[in-house]
């Protein structure tokens, strides 16, 4: 059973940057679809971004050249790099993965990928 832990959430003022981390326990990033998705309260989850086993990096639109989404083999890890944070990237981050072996689409749809990490909060205050 894959298990996926996120760090690197806090506070930080407009402006600011913020890296979140996803350990991904029982496979190597390359091996499958990656993700970053986001949850305000009172919305729905969003895509931030995914990486494709191959390497192909999406970004959703809201990201403007501000996020940079990244993996690491060795570290069994992948990366968000925020910066530029507005209040309106406040939210809950989830990092998800579709499962070992997976080389097919990578779309930005929750319902693509079947597990999740906890969440961590990222707040941005004005």
């Known amino acids: 059973q894959a298990q996926l832990v996120e760090s690197g959430g806090g506070s930080v003022q407009a402006g600011g940057s913020l890296r979140l981390s996803c350990k991904v326990s029982?496979?190597?990033?390359?091996?499958?679809?990656l993700a970053w998705f986001r949850q305000a309260p009172g919305k729905e989850r969003e895509g931030v971004a995914t990486i494709h086993s191959f390497g192909e990096v999406q970004y959703a639109d809201f990201v403007k050249d501000r996020f940079t989404m990244t993996r690491d083999n060795d570290k069994f890890s992948f990366d968000l790099q925020m910066t530029s944070l507005s209040p309106e990237d406040t939210a809950m981050y989830y990092c998800a993965t579709r499962g070992r072996g997976w080389y097919g689409e990578c779309p930005l749809l929750s319902g693509a990928f079947n597990y999740w990490g906890q969440g961590t909060q990222v707040t941005v205050s004005s």
């Open positions: 029982g496979y190597r990033p390359t091996s499958t679809c």
